[in-house]
């Protein structure tokens, strides 16, 4: 198993990033009042058949020829459903994928988000020729990444150099920061 | 909150300064393995680690990339270091601190770190 959900997601995101996507949507919404976390990872790749779509939660199916297991969706699958929530993922073919996963907040065995800065800032900076829309809500407060707008404004600056990097990193952990409120998930 | 005026003056700064970063035959590449069985077992902190030190170190010569499964799961996280016209060193088991050891030892100074490699301990 993962130890933190941010995980998960960057887990999942690499298979968006192995389907060729040009832009990868990722979105984390708390909502406090329903005691539910959703998290949704939406991707405009490849896709995957019927057929792959069922095998998909099977912890023995993998596209891989490196090992016989795959265990990226079965992990996220299990972590939400161990909470009593939903996990749900549709793909279609030359379209792309999105999965989406929802946690019962206060639940016991639900797993911390853990450091969603880390995952969006590794993804945004070592794939830099794929967008992302990253977007993070508690309750009505909410803040938006988007890699395109960045794009417009840097030019041929590239996103993984040092000052850059770093601008992504603040951004994403001081606007999360305001958005929690001083609180955690 | 952080604004987007402030990555446009970060822009004006930049521009005209930024070089293209050499990825010629002499660069070196480290490699970290980033499927899940890595980052289940810690490959995110090794990884940034990694590229952070090699940005704050400036070392240009390096290149620090992601990698899927090489089928060794059991000793993820993985740092392969593939130095041009030598032979592959995969290092297991890594965290950030041996990670910035290897970097300090073999990246800079030239020595492999044995201990971490993946033929110690008869290991294979």
Redesign the interface.
Known sequence: ???ELS?NV??VA?NSI?AKSSLIQITVSINTMQDQLLIEILDNGLGMSKEQLKKVEDPFFTT?T??SV???IP?FKYAAQSTGGVFRIDSDPGKGTSVTAIFSLSHIDRMPLGDMT??V??LI??NTDIDFLYSYTVDNKS?ILDTR??RK??????FN?????E?IK??LR??QD?VNNGRFF | ??T?E???A??E??QGQ?GLRSEDANQTRVVVG????G??SGA??V??TL?DAV??KNLTNISV??T????L?QYEPIVEVMEPGKDKVTYIKMTPEKALEVLEQHLIRGQIVSKYTINSEGRI
């Open positions: 198993m993962m130890t995980l960057l887990d690499q192995r891989r490196t090992r795959g265990l990226g992990f880390s995952t800032h590794t900076t070592f803040f707008e960045f404004i840097l030019g041929d600056v590239p150099i040092p000052e850059i990097s601008y603040d951004f001081e606007n305001e | 909150m952080k987007l402030e990555l446009k970060i822009r700064k930049m930024v980033m499927a899940t069985c980052i289940a995110r902190p990884l940034t590229s940005q704050t990339t992601q899927g499964c090489i089928g799961c």
